[in-house]
């Protein structure tokens, strides 16, 4: 499989939300990524529900919706409305994740596992079979901009293999830091979906620089 580039709108112009919605549109990317954070799960408030659902008929491309929350599971059916196609939850912050995602399921989206750089991929033993997609945290999440953590290649080759062992049908998606000098690498390890926000938004062509992740 092609891999996919899933931009974050995290790093987007929040005054002119609709002309980057419209760039991702026309552009070669494969989802919009939405980063949620509460300020209690992560130290930083992004935005929520009601910006989903004014950008949601202007997109045509699947959400990706990546919930730093502390107990996601209360919000599985507003997300759902709001038109989040991927339901990402981090597993440090779910005490019954499976659970979870058999309550994502049943909402009718797709169920994703979010890892913090510190989470060992072992842990996901026992639920990958059960997973759409699994996503590696490469910075501490909170905040756009920040510096790519190496370890996250070994982490992507472990989740590899582990999906393989476990005949999971899950994608491996990787999130921060994510720019040209590490790319190629993810995709050589394993990484099914990147995500970027400052490498895109803050470039001089963001259509551009979204083409030269893909043609990787
Ligand atoms: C971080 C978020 C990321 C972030 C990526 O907490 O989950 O999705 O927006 O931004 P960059 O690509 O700038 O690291
Ligand atoms: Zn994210």
Redesign the pocket.
């Known amino acids: 499989m092609k891999h996919l580039i899933a931009p974050?709108l995290?790093?987007a112009d929040f005054s002119n939300l609709k002309k980057d919605v419209e760039m991702i549109n026309q552009s070669e990317a494969d989802w919009f990524?939405l980063?949620i954070m509460d300020g209690v799960f992560?130290p930083n408030i992004s935005f929520g529900i009601p910006i989903l659902e004014s950008i949601k008929p202007l997109a045509k491309k699947p959400f990706d919706v990546?919930l730093?929350i502390t107990d996601p599971d209360r919000y599985i059916e507003a997300f759902q409305k709001a038109g989040a196609d991927i339901y990402n939850v981090h597993y440090e912050a779910c005490n019954h994740l499976h659970r979870t995602v058999q309550s994502i399921h049943a909402s009718g989206m797709k169920a994703g596992v979010t890892l913090n750089p510190h989470t060992p991929v072992a842990l996901l033993e026992d639920i990958v079979a059960d997973l759409d997609l699994v996503l590696l945290?490469s910075?501490n999440?909170?905040?756009?901009?920040?510096k790519y953590i190496q370890n996250t290649y070994s982490k992507v080759a472990q989740l590899k293999e582990l999906i393989l062992k476990k005949n999971s049908r899950a994608l491996i998606e990787v999130?921060?830091?994510?720019d040209n000098s590490n790319a190629k690498q993810l995709i050589d390890q394993g990484a099914d979906v990147l995500?970027?926000?400052?490498?895109i938004f803050k470039s001089a062509n963001p259509m551009e620089t979204i083409a030269g992740l893909k043609s990787l």
Request: hydrophobic share 40%; proline share 4%.
């Open positions: 974050s995290l790093a990524h980063d992560v990546h730093m945290m910075v999440p909170g905040f756009g901009g920040q999130d921060g830091g994510v995500v970027a926000g400052s490498y």
